[in-house]
Nanobody
Framework: QVQLVESGGGLVQTGGSLRLSCAAS????????MAWFRQAPGKEREFVAA????????TYADSVKGRFTISRDNAKNTAYLQMNSLKLEDTAVYFC?????????????????WGQGTQVTVSS
């Protein structure tokens, strides 16, 4: 399994933007489908977005469609989550996750590699 490390979280005002990065170790990153999940205080972790190994297939939660963009750079072993028009309800710890079989999924259980999370706080 690859090791994943997120970065880029922070404090931002409503309407602002942040870009999260997920750096992966190992030479097999290109085989992985990647996803972002988030967990708000007192809530269960939820799916945000996923991307196929090639970047050719994307999927998003309805709550972030049109505002968030997932991407990846296989040469840099890194996945990204560009977050625009941030809302108070986007406040959460954001986790990146990897599926070693390249399976596109929105289910937590389908992802065997997880980062430690990065905090995103949106303030008014």
């Amino acid at each position: 399994q690859v090791q994943l490390v997120e970065s880029g979280g922070g404090l931002v005002q409503t309407g602002g933007s942040l870009r999260l990065s997920c750096a992966a170790s190992g030479r097999t990153f290109i085989r992985y489908s990647m996803a972002w999940f988030r967990q708000a205080p007192g809530k269960e972790r939820e799916f945000v977005a996923a991307i196929s190994w090639s970047g050719g297939s994307l999927t998003y939660a309805d709550s972030v469609k049109g505002r968030f963009t997932i991407s990846r750079d296989n040469a840099k072993n890194t996945a990204y989550l560009q977050m625009n028009s941030l809302k108070l309800e986007d406040t959460a710890v954001y986790f990146c996750a990897g599926n070693a079989y390249g399976t596109m999924s929105y289910r937590e259980g389908d992802f065997g590699s997880w980062g430690q999370g990065t905090q995103v706080t949106v303030s008014s």
